[in-house]
């Protein structure tokens, strides 16, 4: 049986003067582009962003949990257009997002579903 993956993606805008915690490291994430992926499905995702042609890991998020990403400055030259991708680990079928427009300091929010 083939699981269908659909990745649905909004981007939010974060003012430049702003700062946002990382709940991972309790860090202070300044002026970052932010990927924040909800994953709801059961499998663990490795998360990439794709730019012309390259393609960069992000990191994993596990099946029914949430993560949160910085995107690599130099991805970002200005407005940028970029993708993701989510790989499931051990699965089949992996999920590349539309092209979205992308400005340094924004941020991103990916949710995967079953």
């Known amino acids: 049986m083939r699981i269908l993956f659909s990745i649905l993606l909004a981007a939010f805008f974060l003012s430049s003067c702003s700062s946002t915690a990382n709940r991972q490291t309790g860090e202070q994430i300044e002026n970052k582009t ?5 994953n709801r499905n059961f499998s663990d995702m490795t998360i990439y962003v794709l730019r012309a042609g390259e393609r960069v890991r992000l990191g994993t998020v596990t099946g029914n949990s949430k993560q949160v990403f910085v995107v690599p400055e130099y991805l970002l030259t200005g407005v940028s257009s970029l993708r993701f991708l989510a790989d499931p680990i051990g699965g089949r079928e992996t999920p590349i997002s539309q092209e979205i427009t992308v400005t340094p300091g924004e941020e991103v929010e990916l949710i995967i579903t079953n």
């Open 34 to 38: 932010l990927v924040r992926v909800e």
